[in-house]
């Protein structure tokens, strides 16, 4: 009997696969174990990119790319959706996964590498198209990762966005961010008032990962990221410092009125060389970056934050303005009535 009532008062079985904690009541976070991102899976398709070679926009190798996105994606259930046009004679290709024409939440990383190596301290290397182990293939890598453990029903919310071009600024006439300029001018004002928050993923898979804030990134988005990232102790790879001003792809969504966020490491000595190989990136740091993107996602579509482009970083001036005004009348009021005391 002892035994019985014992086992009937024993807290039940959580009979759900994922598990939240409740940090406040404004704040739901999957706890680390029921999140499945893998790094060292998401590395074998930072490697698979690379095997094609340099990818600039145009090449053969980036078409070849291109289909491995979408048979990966495909073979995960997503459906796809191909954007192609022509700039600077050169055929463009954006790769949008999706179930919904409205997505709440973008996710995007470029797919293309820069045709040359215009940092490579070696002269001789500078016309060479580099390899972009960290810039373009970490991105798309911890997406395809994504793809695989995105809750069932993710792609009702969520978009993952593989944009071409973003890498072929300031060469033979091109700019950056051709790619996800095209994709933002193609939406609706509808499609864009419904998009919640654009992450952007770019050289996040250095090994010696150090994310400072993107200063162009929504405040408010950052810092909800920054969080999730502090509450699943990876405060050592996301740093509460800021960093750089960065013109990527995430700035034609800040211009659309969309909250919009870029994770990206700009330290990174091989950037735009041809160093920028496998052998500098690594699993567990896809693995702290898609774990926190994954937990965001999972908060956003339990409970979600709204988040505002134009976050009110003005009030506090005006506030202060406000003081000051009233502080020199009341010092003109002061010396006006001290003006008429003396001549009383
Ligand atoms: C990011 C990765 N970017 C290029 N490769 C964007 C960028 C453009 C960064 C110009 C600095 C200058
Ligand atoms: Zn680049």
Known sequence: M???????????PVNSSKEFTAVNEYSILPQQCCLEFNGTRAFTYLEDQCAFGPRPPGSSNLTACGDYIIASLENQGWNIQRQTWTHLDTPLRNIIAGASSSPRYVLIAHYDTRPIADMDSNLENRAQPILGANDGASGVAALLELACVLPEGAQNAVTLLFVDAEDSGNW??????VGSTYYVNSLTEYQKNNIQAAVLLDMMGDADLQLKHE??????LVNAIWQIAADLQYDDVFLDVPGYNIGD???PFLRAGIPAIDIIDFDYPPWHTLEDTPDKCSPES??????VVEAFVQKQLVAPTIFRVTDPWFLPLI?????LVIVVIVLILLVLWRKRQSFD
């Not at 896809?286 to 774990?291: D, I, K, Q, S, W």
Request: aromatic share 8%; proline share 5%.
């Open 2 to 12: 002892v035994v019985l009532l014992t086992l009937l008062l024993l807290p039940l």
């Open 249 to 251: 792809d995430h700035r």
């Open 286 to 291: 896809l693995e702290a970056v898609g774990r």
């Open 215 to 220: 200063l162009s990134s929504t405040p408010s």
């Open 319 to 323: 506030f202060a303005l406000m003081i």
């Open 172 to 177: 033979n006439g091109w700019d950056y961010i």
